[in-house]
């Protein structure tokens, strides 16, 4: 079995499955029930000065009739008294003091409001701290939240601020609304962080009410951009953890991964590419703090397996498969492989080939069943066959190389080698 | 008891005669359906459907709640499109051919999506066609079945008045006349026709039948093409004895009374024989037993392996608790004062093949007596040979003779259908409809 003890920056957690700082872990009620079912830690709620929510908040985008593969959202930080949360937070340490409990932070942007709220949150005994310059609706607009993280200076004075006060680690969580999470990400290190967390949500619009002309979701007749999230992130957000892992600065601090993490093959992957812990809000936002079960079962079976006893042993693994383009080598060459017995006639490689990719697939009429054979010499191995394909195991790429040597395009081009002739 | 109507109460009526095929309940769980289909390319389940309806298009349209595309991409190769996704055997043709079969996995619900679909098009009375500017050109159609109104319906699309002659009081042919109550209701075969005609120009004159009212000579007159699409109807004879016995009847004649009388109103036996293992003798045998019948035998010459209707049909009638007897062919109906009280059956046995494959029943010289009190035929229907032989067409054993064009031997006359091909699906007609328009289209010199 397994280890899947996690320790990060020394905030100790059972496992690496965090709540997100988000609707979940905005107070006792919910926070309790969660390290209840299993949850490693929490990251509770952003505190800030108080405000005041609208209705609707929430819209999503379905697929294919599976219901929430993006979520959207337009609530801003706990709408709650500060006093009653750290109150909470306190009562929560006492009842669990096996869990990681962090503490969202977004004061108002000035050094005095940022000590002043450190102060208390320290006061509470929580292990941690997390910097939200992430948020990308209603806080940006007064200047907070993505708007700090947008600005690697602005976020470098802020952090710096909050390093002269803080006692506990601080874990600056960054905003994907950026053309990259880099330069924030870099500044943020310099100026002290302990850590960092990505992605917050991405600006979005998820859609327009076709009957009444309204985006949602909807307010009164009108909808702003709201910070979008779920399943449908994860690769963007996989990316962004990607540049993080593999720049020189941002690497030498602990990343706790977030984005559309709904299962321990999500979480898993986040980890290959650099977390140490994760972070979840949509998965529970959809199906409750139950998942928290197979996330840890999953992960612990896959470890077993893979002969990985501790987190440790596989965090960062995968980081240095993602290489530039240039590095990639160009002998190296695959050809689709249709299996006959698996497959069902459907069609779907044939016209994906045939419309948008080489039209490297032969169809043989039959009535009612076709049969589809690849022309090998035409393939250029660029996978579109096997992504359609319904069946399992039914399309297979098989290597072919072009040459024997690792050839990337930097030696092609100086050997001047031949570009295809059509 | 013996032969007896009225042997129900009318809730047990209505519940026998309920539809067999619920639509879906919602848009929720068509979606689910909807969303399983893999939107195949080139798929087997259009080339299973003799009209060739786009399903993978239709259903994709459901998928994106444009169920009103869906309903005209359907209707487009099949204006019949609602009455057959009750009625079509789709285990041997759409779903049959459907992908996930291959994959052992349940195949698509293709009848239940288009019904879903075709259902919403009828009860929003969709018009989803409208006619080109009239050309000025008439044609006659004989016959309001599935071939005659898929005929006109084209037609009448191409800016051609068309006026249809139907002998019964109702159009929609097999679909309304021969086909079992619980599959589809007399009332939307009546909807589904109004809802064919509604496109406008389309004329049905009831009560017309060929060879009494009307002749093809005079019709000729009128109008500038002829339709013949007026099916098979004569119950095939046994020629055997005892076939005239009371309690002996059709199965077209008893599910003809069963639609056009009501359920209360048609007499069934305590023990019924019924002869052949068609759709029709399915259809007869369950009625027979929902209408109050204790036993029912089904006699079939030959085994499992070669029985014209599908599995799933026969499952129906096993279901409703008929019997079936393999390897039986009736010898004699015996009575006793003039009513049925026993069939004698020869014992058959299959033959070698023959040069085609296929082995012939031939009697192994045993019998044996069934006690029944009625005995329906459903050993297939004969073409209308006096009648296409006085109006002077080409014809073998009654078919009528067509060419490629769906032309008969008199100029300008069509035909397709049941009347050609001997005795077909509902969704055969409708494309053998399709073809004449096109073929009428062609010497009118329209398209």
């Given at each position: 079995?397994?280890?899947?003890?996690?320790?990060?920056?020394?905030?100790?957690?059972?496992?690496?499955?965090?709540?997100?700082?988000?609707?979940?872990?905005?107070?006792?009620?919910?926070?309790?029930?969660?390290?209840?079912?299993?949850?490693?830690?929490?990251?509770?709620?952003?505190?800030?000065?108080?405000?005041?929510?609208?209705?609707?908040?929430?819209?999503?985008?379905?697929?294919?009739?599976?219901?929430?593969?993006?979520?959207?959202?337009?609530?801003?930080?706990?709408?709650?008294?500060?006093?009653?949360?750290?109150?909470?937070?306190?009562?929560?340490?006492?009842?669990?003091?096996?869990?990681?409990?962090?503490?969202?932070?977004?004061?108002?942007?000035?050094?005095?409001?940022?000590?002043?709220?450190?102060?208390?949150?320290?006061?509470?005994?929580?292990?941690?701290?997390?910097?939200?310059?992430?948020?990308?609706?209603?806080?940006?607009?007064?200047?907070?939240?993505?708007?700090?993280?947008?600005?690697?200076?602005?976020?470098?004075?802020?952090?710096?601020?909050?390093?002269?006060?803080?006692?506990?680690?601080?874990?600056?969580?960054?905003?994907?609304?950026?053309?990259?999470?880099?330069?924030?990400?870099?500044?943020?290190?310099?100026?002290?962080?302990?850590?960092?967390?990505?992605?917050?949500?991405?600006?979005?619009?998820?859609?327009?009410?076709?009957?009444?002309?309204?985006?949602?979701?909807?307010?009164?007749?009108?909808?702003?951009?709201?910070?979008?999230?779920?399943?449908?992130?994860?690769?963007?957000?996989?990316?962004?953890?990607?540049?993080?892992?593999?720049?020189?600065?941002?690497?030498?601090?602990?990343?706790?991964?977030?984005?559309?993490?709904?299962?321990?093959?999500?979480?898993?992957?986040?980890?290959?590419?650099?977390?140490?812990?994760?972070?979840?809000?949509?998965?529970?936002?959809?199906?409750?703090?139950?998942?928290?079960?197979?996330?840890?079962?999953?992960?612990?079976?896959?470890?077993?397996?893979?002969?990985?006893?501790?987190?440790?042993?596989?965090?960062?693994?995968?980081?240095?498969?993602?290489?530039?383009?240039?590095?990639?080598?160009?002998?190296?060459?695959?050809?689709?492989?249709?299996?006959?017995?698996?497959?069902?006639?459907?069609?779907?490689?044939?016209?994906?080939?045939?419309?948008?990719?080489?039209?490297?697939?032969?169809?043989?009429?039959?009535?009612?069943?076709?049969?589809?054979?690849?022309?090998?010499?035409?393939?250029?191995?660029?996978?579109?066959?096997?992504?359609?394909?319904?069946?399992?195991?039914?399309?297979?790429?098989?290597?072919?190389?072009?040459?024997?040597?690792?050839?990337?395009?930097?030696?092609?081009?100086?050997?001047?080698?031949?570009?295809?002739?059509? | 008891?013996?032969?007896?109507?009225?042997?129900?109460?009318?809730?047990a009526?209505?519940q026998h005669f309920s539809d067999i095929h619920p639509?879906?309940?919602?848009?929720?769980?068509?979606?689910?359906?909807?969303?399983?289909?893999?939107?195949?390319?080139?798929?087997?389940?259009?080339?299973?459907?003799?009209?060739?309806?786009?399903?993978?298009?239709?259903?994709?349209?459901?998928?994106?709640?444009?169920?009103?595309?869906?309903?005209?991409?359907?209707?487009?190769?099949?204006?019949?499109?609602?009455?057959?996704?009750k009625v079509c055997p789709v285990e041997k043709?759409?779903e049959g051919?459907?992908?996930?079969?291959?994959?052992?996995?349940t195949?698509?619900?293709?009848a239940?999506?288009?019904?879903?679909?075709?259902?919403?098009?009828?009860?929003?009375?969709?018009?989803?066609?409208?006619?080109?500017?009239?050309?000025?050109?008439?044609?006659?159609?004989?016959?309001?079945?599935?071939?005659?109104?898929?005929?006109?319906?084209?037609?009448?699309?191409?800016?051609?008045?068309?006026?249809?002659?139907?002998?019964?009081?109702?159009?929609?042919?097999?679909?309304?006349?021969?086909i079992a109550a619980y599959k589809?209701?007399?009332?939307?075969?009546?909807?589904?026709?109004?809802?064919?005609?509604?496109?406008?120009?389309?004329?049905?004159?009831?009560?017309?039948?060929?060879?009494?009212?009307?002749?093809?000579?005079?019709?000729?007159?009128?109008?500038?093409?002829?339709?013949?699409?007026?099916?098979?109807?004569?119950?095939?004879?046994?020629?055997?004895?005892?076939?005239?016995?009371?309690?002996?009847?059709?199965a077209?004649?008893f599910i003809?009374?069963i639609?056009?009388?009501?359920?209360?109103?048609?007499?069934v036996g305590d023990k019924v024989a019924v002869i052949g293992l068609g759709m029709t003798a399915i259809d007869a045998a369950t009625q027979a037993k929902r209408l109050g019948a204790k036993e029912v035998t089904i006699i079939y010459r030959r085994t499992q392996e070669e029985m014209p209707c599908t599995t799933a049909e026969l499952d129906l009638a096993k279901l409703d608790g008929c019997q079936v007897q393999w390897l039986a062919?009736?010898?004699?109906?015996?009575?006793?004062?003039?009513?049925?009280?026993?069939l004698?059956c020869?014992?058959m046995?299959?033959?070698?093949?023959?040069?085609?494959?296929?082995?012939?029943?031939?009697?192994?010289?045993?019998?044996f007596?069934l006690?029944v009190?009625m005995v329906i035929?459903a050993a297939?229907?004969?073409?209308?040979?006096?009648?296409?032989?006085?109006?002077?067409?080409?014809?073998?054993?009654?078919?009528?003779?067509?060419?490629?064009?769906?032309?008969?031997?008199?100029?300008?006359?069509?035909?397709?259908?049941?009347?050609?091909?001997?005795?077909?699906?509902?969704?055969?007609?409708?494309?053998?409809?399709?073809?004449?328009?096109?073929?009428?289209?062609?010497?009118?010199?329209?398209?």
């Open positions: 079995m397994a280890d899947l003890t996690t320790n990060f920056l020394g905030i100790r957690s059972p496992n690496p499955f965090w709540l997100a700082s988000a609707p979940p872990t905005d107070k006792l009620l919910n926070v309790q029930r969660a390290l209840e079912a299993g949850w490693g830690g929490v990251v509770w709620k952003t505190l800030g000065a108080q405000i005041k929510n609208v209705s609707s908040r929430y819209s999503a985008v379905d697929y294919n009739n599976q219901r929430v593969m993006g979520f959207n959202n337009i609530e801003l930080i706990s709408d709650r008294p500060l006093e009653l949360n750290l109150r909470e937070i306190r009562e929560c340490l006492r009842l669990f003091p096996d869990r990681a409990m962090i503490v969202s932070l977004m004061a108002d942007n000035d050094r005095a409001s940022w000590h002043e709220m450190i102060a208390k949150v320290e006061d509470t005994g929580a292990h941690g701290i997390e910097l939200n310059f992430g948020c990308p609706h209603g806080m940006n607009e007064r200047g907070m939240g993505s708007a700090v993280g947008q600005d690697p200076e602005i976020a470098r004075m802020v952090v710096e601020w909050v390093m002269e006060k803080a006692t506990i680690p601080v874990i600056t969580k960054l905003t994907p609304n950026v053309h990259s999470v880099v330069p924030t990400g870099k500044a943020v290190v310099q100026a002290g962080t302990n850590a960092l967390s990505l992605i917050n949500t991405i600006q979005s619009v998820t859609g327009i009410d076709l009957d009444t002309l309204i985006p949602n979701p909807n307010v009164a007749g009108h909808s702003a951009f709201g910070g979008y999230c779920g399943p449908a992130v994860k690769p963007i957000a996989l990316k962004m953890l990607t540049t993080i892992s593999q720049d020189p600065v941002t690497s030498r601090v602990p990343v706790s991964g977030i984005g559309g993490i709904s299962t321990w093959k999500d979480a898993a992957e986040f980890m290959l590419l650099g977390a140490t812990s994760v972070q979840v809000c949509t998965a529970v936002m959809k199906y409750g703090f139950r998942i928290i079960e197979d996330l840890c079962e999953g992960l612990s079976n896959w470890m077993d397996e893979k002969g990985f006893a501790t987190i440790y042993d596989f965090i960062g693994k995968s980081v240095p498969a993602i290489t530039k383009w240039e590095a990639l080598d160009i002998n190296y060459h695959i050809i689709a492989n249709i299996n006959q017995d698996k497959c069902v006639h459907c069609g779907l490689c044939y016209i994906a080939c045939e419309d948008t990719s080489h039209q490297s697939i032969a169809l043989s009429y039959g009535k009612p069943y076709n049969t589809y054979t690849v022309k090998t010499e035409e393939c250029v191995g660029c996978n579109l066959c096997k992504l359609v394909c319904p069946v399992e195991d039914c399309i297979t790429m098989e290597e072919h190389r072009k040459g024997d040597e690792y050839l990337n395009w930097t030696e092609y081009q100086k050997r001047g080698l031949p570009l295809n002739d059509h | 008891m013996a032969i007896a109507n009225n042997r129900l109460s009318a809730e009526y209505e639509p879906f309940e919602n848009r929720e769980a068509a979606l689910v359906e909807a969303n399983r289909c893999l939107f195949c390319y080139d798929a087997p389940c259009i080339k299973s459907c003799p009209t060739s309806i786009n399903v993978p298009k239709f259903i994709k349209q459901i998928a994106t709640d444009n169920v009103k595309g869906a309903a005209h991409t359907i209707f487009l190769s099949n204006i019949m499109g609602g009455g057959c996704s043709l759409c051919a459907c992908v996930y079969n291959l994959m052992h996995e195949p698509i619900h293709i239940k999506l288009q019904r879903y679909a075709t259902d919403k098009a009828l009860e929003g009375q969709w018009q989803l066609f409208t006619r080109k500017p009239a050309t000025g050109k008439k044609v006659a159609v004989i016959g309001a079945g599935p071939a005659g109104l898929s005929c006109a319906h084209v037609l009448s699309r191409e800016g051609i008045d068309v006026t249809i002659y139907e002998k019964e009081a109702k159009g929609g042919g097999l679909m309304t006349y021969g589809v209701t007399p009332a939307y075969c009546e909807a589904e026709v109004d809802y064919i005609t509604s496109l406008g120009g389309i004329q049905i004159l009831y009560n017309q039948e060929l060879g009494r009212d009307i002749t093809l000579a005079a019709l000729q007159q009128t109008y500038d093409a002829v339709y013949i699409g007026i099916g098979v109807g004569i119950a095939r004879q046994l020629e055997i004895p005892g076939e005239t016995l009371a309690g002996v009847t059709d077209i004649g003809y009374d639609r056009s009388k009501g359920y209360p109103a048609v007499p062919a009736p010898k004699e109906i015996k009575g006793q004062n003039g009513q049925v009280s026993q004698l020869d014992v046995q299959l033959s070698a093949p023959d040069a085609s494959g296929r082995r012939s029943p031939i009697p192994t010289g045993n019998t007596t006690e009190d035929k297939g229907q004969t073409p209308f040979e006096m009648l296409v032989q006085q109006e002077q067409l080409a014809h073998r054993h009654g078919r009528i003779l067509i060419n490629e064009h769906c032309a008969t031997n008199i100029p300008g006359v069509f035909a397709g259908g049941d009347c050609v091909n001997g005795g077909k699906e509902v969704v055969d007609a409708v494309q053998a409809g399709k073809d004449g328009a096109a073929a009428i289209l062609k010497f009118l010199s329209i398209q």
